[in-house]
């Protein structure tokens, strides 16, 4: 079946810098585009980032220039390099392929 695994959220001060992970497995991965969404207290699920199959990538403009999604075909993975944290990147992070969702894991920004 068809599993996404979130990795690498925490508590990090305004400025600072995080990298996501999610493994995946259960589906072709190479052949799939993956998706970074995300959900602020109190706000609807957001796409942040997606990169697809060939490797494309596209950002929401909120994170533009801050954030960069990334694949390893070989390792059935994606990150998401985060940079210059502000408080209102605070969030649940989901990974998202394949009509997938992973769990989450959470991120906090402190002012």
């Known amino acids: 079946q068809v599993q996404l695994v979130e990795s690498g959220g925490g508590l990090v001060q305004a400025g600072g810098s995080l990298r996501l992970s999610c493994a995946a497995s259960?589906?072709?991965?190479?052949?799939?585009?993956m998706s970074w969404y995300r959900q602020g207290p109190g706000k609807q699920r957001e796409l942040v980032a997606g990169?697809?199959?060939?490797?494309?990538?596209n950002y929401a403009d909120s994170v533009k220039g801050r954030f960069t999604i990334s694949r390893d075909n070989g390792k059935s993975t994606i990150s998401l390099q985060m940079n210059s944290l502000k408080p209102e990147d605070t969030a649940v992070y989901y990974c998202?392929?394949?009509?997938?969702w992973g769990k989450g894991t959470v991120v906090t920004v402190s002012s």
């Open positions: 998202m392929g394949a009509a997938h």
């Open positions: 990169i697809s199959s060939s490797g494309a990538t």
């Open positions: 259960g589906f072709i991965f190479r052949f799939n585009d």
